[in-house]
């Protein structure tokens, strides 16, 4: 963009303020945390948030099945077995991956990594298989991100969505979420739900665009 | 599809958004008021949707959901009153994160550069997502000029574009629709089988738009937010047709209101802990996209160019006038659309304006102008409930009142000035008054003809009734009955 253009802009927002260039800014000083919930339940505190996430997580619609991480590939695979799905795209994330395929194999369903033809993603593909970067107890979020090891499109193309969530990464609320400023993914989504509509006469309808259905596998350990 | 020649036209024959020349609210909402399907349909929904909202905020901050709305609006006020400088960090931020940043300071200079854009990358196709701030400018008929097919993808804006007909409400664009005008327009325009079914006009709307998000070679998209120290641009969806368009093709332009500004993460996540909640009851959308920057050199995919173009468009007007700069701070939840006694009779369309409600009655006058919209803020009964409803704590009937204070240029007739003095008379003493309330409970009872309210005043009285009727009071006084129950008076 132009300088002289952008000063223009900026020297009318700063006329009707009546701030000049580099004028400082006092601080927003306000208590932020006034929106975190209180957590329910006393003791052992990631069991707190652990149990709050689920809840959460099945109060807007998603589903959520709890394994030890040594279980994880059995416990997806089952999933899809009996939800009748048969094909897969995975992302690249290499965490559980390698086990997960291998099951996969065996069930004969049939995984296609990542940077498949659009025409098999958006006709074939049954089920996108990302990993969770995070997730956020108090409103039941998880966290997925375009990146170099999973498309935008795996989580949002096929009718069914599996996240694998490790649960350390799961914190109390949004204000938890550890962000730097500098060093975003181009593209990060908290799904909270699947996808849905009210649009006609408020009639609730799941799957519009997006996935209709979001499985989460919570693995510990 | 269909190609509008012109824009749709509401009962007046003007254009349902933004009639030409000066618009008047009444004979609009006249005739809403006779449509008992739409009434009930909007009734329904609005009720439903502030109950919601009052539950869903109760449950997740029991009772300090109005301290926190006052935090709300404190952070909006704070970034608004230096917008300057939260612009400035975004523009920098989003420019190294590699966003193309434009600057538009009315409607036709945005239009003009989402036309060139498209028209440099020789876009075919454009899939558009939910953006207030393009209804605003008329971006669909300039892109769809210039030999752009445009298609909107948001269910109900898809329904609408295709059924000829205009969002009447900021969340829930086809409140005033029902399923049958639905299955109508499917079956003619999209060639589908008629069903009444939402479930399966759903799908079909679906599989219709997938070959659009595939074939697509523009996406265009609003944004909810602009973080200032990350340059992001946020972006709050339910169905998934916002990441399509923001994943799917090889270029994605988003227009935004230079007011969607706040300065850190912790601000954004403080807001959207209200936005969906006071929205729709839920605890966060569907889907909340936190965008940087186009695709990176090793992203698996995602569009090559995203740019963002700022508009200003009546906003830095706004801005200077310190008694509706806090307008600007609106979220555009729609909690005080849900909340508004006036909004739920009216009904969207009535206002003449993608922003409508009481929001609407303060901004749309502020943006196109008071002289043009002169109605708008008598639409409310200024009882209030869209300040409490407002998550960002927005004073919207103090900005009523001062804009109808603008409208009233000249002194009150010698009747009303009478009236004022007798009621600073009768209001002065505790006999005056009580003298005055019982003339005044008798007479309103002699002229409403034996019904419990009073429809058509006599004489001079008889315009405050045309677009109103007045409630009688109880027929035995309250210091009455006090009384009689054994309370004493002072
Ligand atoms: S004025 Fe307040 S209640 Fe109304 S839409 Fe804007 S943020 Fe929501």
């Not at chain 2, 009720?47 to 009052?54: E, H, I, M, N, V």
């Not at chain 2, 998934?240 to 799917?248: E, L």
């Not at chain 2, 200077?320 to 939840?333: K, T, V, Y």
């Not at chain 2, 009236?419 to 209001?427: D, K, S, V």
Request: glycine share 8%.
């Amino acid at each position: 963009m132009k300088g002289t253009a952008k000063n223009i802009f900026l020297d009318r927002i700063r006329a009707a303020l009546g701030r000049s260039p580099g004028q400082s800014v006092d601080p927003l000083v306000v208590d932020h945390d006034m929106v975190r919930p209180s957590l329910p339940g006393s003791g052992d505190e990631r069991e707190n948030l652990r149990a709050l996430f689920v809840d959460r997580a099945r109060a807007v619609g998603m589903d959520v099945l709890i394994c030890p991480r040594a279980e994880v590939a059995k416990v997806a695979v089952n999933f899809l077995t009996e939800a009748a799905i048969t094909s897969v795209q995975i992302s690249n994330d290499p965490i559980i991956e390698q086990e997960l395929v291998e099951k996969m194999n065996e069930s004969s369903i049939r995984v296609a990594r990542e940077g498949v033809e659009l025409d098999v993603l958006y006709q074939e593909i049954e089920c996108g298989i990302t990993m969770a970067k995070a997730a956020v107890a108090s409103t039941g979020s998880v966290v997925v991100t375009g990146s170099d090891q999973e498309s935008r499109l795996t989580s949002l193309v096929p009718p069914n969505h599996l996240v694998l969530l490790a649960d350390s990464r799961i914190v109390e609320d949004l204000l938890d979420l550890s962000i730097s400023p500098e060093d975003l993914p181009s593209c990060m989504t908290l799904v909270t739900g699947p996808s849905k509509t009210a649009d006609i006469e408020g009639v609730l309808i799941t799957g519009v665009h997006g996935p209709g259905r979001v499985q989460i596998v919570l693995y510990h350990g | 599809m269909k190609k509008p020649a012109a824009p749709p036209t509401s009962v007046d024959g003007e254009p349902i958004l933004f009639p030409r020349g000066v618009h008047d609210i009444r004979p609009r909402a006249q005739q809403f008021l006779e449509d008992e399907s739409l009434q009930s349909a909007v009734r329904e929904a609005t009720t439903l949707k502030d109950q919601a909202r009052r539950d869903v905020l109760k449950e997740a901050f029991g009772d300090d959901v109005d301290q926190i709305r006052s935090i709300a609006g404190e952070i909006k006020r704070h970034t608004i009153d230096h917008l300057d400088h939260y612009i400035e960090t975004w523009i920098e931020r989003a420019e190294a994160a590699g966003t193309r940043v434009h600057l538009a300071s009315d409607h036709q200079e945005a239009n003009r550069i989402v036309v060139e854009i498209a028209r440099e990358k020789n876009v075919k196709l454009c899939v558009k997502s939910k953006s207030m701030v393009t209804e605003e400018t008329h971006l669909l008929p300039q892109l769809e000029a210039a030999g752009i097919e445009t298609v909107e993808t948001d269910l109900g804006e898809f329904i609408i574009q295709i059924d000829d007909d205009a969002p009447s409400h900021i969340v829930m664009p086809m409140i005033h629709k029902d399923r049958k005008s639905v299955a109508r327009a499917f079956v003619r325009e999209l060639g589908a089988e008629y069903t009444e079914e939402p479930e399966q006009l759903t799908r079909i709307a679906r599989e219709h738009l997938r070959e659009k998000y595939r074939r697509a070679d523009l996406g265009i998209s609003g944004g909810n937010f602009l973080v200032a120290e990350s340059g992001s641009l946020v972006l709050c969806t339910n169905e998934g047709n916002g990441r399509f368009c923001t994943s799917a093709p090889p270029t994605h332009i988003a227009v935004v209101g230079i007011e969607k500004l706040v300065p850190a993460f912790k601000d954004l996540w403080f807001l959207l802990h209200l936005l969906a909640r006071s929205a729709t009851g839920q605890p966060l959308t569907c889907y909340t996209q936190v965008l940087t920057g186009p695709r990176r050199q090793d992203d698996l995919d995602g569009p090559e160019e995203m740019h963002v173009v700022l508009v200003d468009a009546g906003r830095t007007r706004i801005l200077a006038d310190p008694q509706f700069r806090e307008s600007l701070g609106c979220i555009r939840c729609g909690a005080c659309l849900n909340a508004c006694p006036v909004y739920r009779k009216a009904t969207g369309h009535a206002y003449g304006s993608v922003y409508s409600g009481p929001i609407g009655a303060v901004i749309t006058p502020l943006l196109q102008g008071l002289d043009r919209n002169p109605t708008l803020p008598e639409a409310s009964s200024l009882c209030g409930a869209c300040y409490e409803a407002c998550p960002v704590n927005i004073d919207l009937p103090r900005m009523l009142v001062a804009l109808r204070r603008k409208t009233r240029k000249r002194r009150g007739t010698t009747g009303e000035r009478m009236a004022l003095w007798g009621m600073r008379i009768a209001f002065s003493s505790d006999r005056y008054y009580r003298f005055a309330a019982s003339i005044h409970r008798y007479l309103l009872r002699c002229f409403s003809g034996g019904s419990d309210r009073l429809r058509a005043a006599p004489g001079p009285l008889s315009g405050w009734t045309r677009d109103r009727d007045l409630i009688l009071p109880a027929s035995r006084s309250f210091r009455k009955r006090w009384r009689d129950r054994g309370g004493a008076i002072r």
